[in-house]
């Protein structure tokens, strides 16, 4: 079960436990995948367009419980690490509960180490509650799918269980963040957006005062 896991240039997932010791003194972003478990069936999500071997796969057969995930981080050196990113296949604010204990793992053993949490924003709904204050101090970025200019579009494109209002509660969310996380940031994916409707995006951030990250198409 790969549950700590970094990037390779191009795009592959390497688990932590295949990473030599050279390579983890160097510094790297380790990304922590907790759940399958996701709001939105997106359209171009590579959940169900990436090919991966038996061996290295995102995909969990079951979710790694609080402890397996803070064991996995305490078999390494956190001054090795450069960044951790809450990912995986699934959205991670699903387990928020969780996901807090862990960050405050993290933070009691360096508290200068950046957290950054990848997003589509909506988790207040899957709650029904408002989690956004609980991230104060813990999270240092936030990093929310906004995916395409048009609400309509949003609902084509994400298919959330939320409804056609979907992309107003996800800007709220974006919003709100604002008053308690350092780095908003809302992201699209290049070609599946046509360069108008990225720029349609850049004044929405504008609007919101976030950064638009571009952020690069992957087919395989």
Same mark, same amino acid.
Not at 34 to 43: I, K
């Given at each position: 079960m790969t549950i700590l896991y970094t990037v390779h240039p191009g795009g592959q997932y390497v688990n932590l436990e295949n990473i030599?010791? &050279? &390579?983890?003194? #160097?510094?790297?972003?380790?990304?922590?995948?907790? *759940?399958? /478990?996701?709001?939105? #069936?997106? *359209?171009?999500?590579? /959940? *169900?367009?990436?090919?991966m071997a038996e061996s290295n796969t995102l995909w969990l057969k079951r979710e790694p419980t609080l402890e397996e995930i803070l064991a996995a981080f305490k078999k390494y050196d956190l001054n090795n690490f450069k960044e951790v990113i809450f990912c995986g296949f699934g959205e991670p604010l699903v387990r928020s509960d969780d996901l807090m204990q862990v960050a405050d793992y993290i933070k009691s053993i360096r508290p200068d180490l950046p957290i950054r949490v990848n997003t589509v924003g909506l988790a207040n709904q899957v709650h029904n509650r408002d989690i956004i204050p609980e991230l104060k101090g813990r999270i240092d970025t936030v990093s929310i799918s906004l995916n395409t200019p048009s609400k309509e579009e949003y609902y084509k494109l994400t298919r959330s269980k939320f409804g056609p209002d979907s992309q107003d509660y996800m800007l709220a969310f974006a919003k709100e963040c604002k008053d308690y996380i350092p780095h908003v940031v809302l992201t699209v994916v290049d070609h599946v957006i046509s360069d108008e409707e990225i720029a349609q995006c850049q004044k929405i951030c504008d609007r919101l005062g976030v950064t638009l990250r571009v952020r690069p198409y992957e087919e395989n």
């Open positions: 030599s010791d &050279e &390579e983890m003194q #160097s510094g790297i972003k380790v990304y922590v995948n907790a *759940t399958n /478990r996701c709001p939105c #069936s997106c *359209t171009f999500c590579l /959940r *169900t367009k990436k090919h």
